[in-house]
């Protein structure tokens, strides 16, 4: 199916960029309080975790804009067919980026030890244990 199509780099760039920032915005929605905590005043979402989230949505929003641009070139040549040609750049992607190779890219985005550790003080527990 893939052997049908020429990606251009960029592309694959950013459905790459699509997943990884999927996946970071996952975790960082896991460090945040329950939402049960925050709405009976107990937490708040820490500021560098609202930070970190804004920069993960913008830059998955970067990549969505970038898949999605119809007067890219490669769209404008598969204008019939391209439902069959995201599906086929997903599943490119996807076996590139294996369950390992994700999550090392997912680790490198951001300093998760240091943004485990603002979410714990927010909750008053100790981030070591």
């Known amino acids: 199916m893939t052997e049908e199509y020429n990606f251009p780099p960029a592309l694959v760039a ?6 990884i920032q999927q996946e970071v915005i996952k ?9 049960t905590l925050i709405a009976a005043g107990k937490a708040t979402v820490p500021q560098e975790l609202r930070d970190a989230m804004s920069a993960a949505r913008a ?10 641009d119809t007067t890219d070139e ?4 598969v204008k019939t067919g391209r439902a069959q040609a995201k599906a086929a750049l997903e599943k490119l992607v ?3 980026l294996d369950a390992a190779a994700l999550k090392q890219a997912v680790e490198d985005e951001m300093d998760w ?4 550790k603002v979410a ?10």
């Open 120 to 129: 714990s003080a927010e909750l008053g527990e100790d981030a070591s244990t």
């Open 74 to 77: 490669f769209w404008e040549k």
């Open 94 to 96: 996807k076996a590139q």
């Open 14 to 19: 950013a459905q790459r960029t699509f997943y």
């Open 59 to 68: 830059t998955q929003g970067a990549a969505v804009n970038a898949l999605y």
């Open 113 to 116: 030890e240091s943004l485990g």
């Open 27 to 35: 975790r960082l929605a896991a460090l945040e309080p329950r939402p």
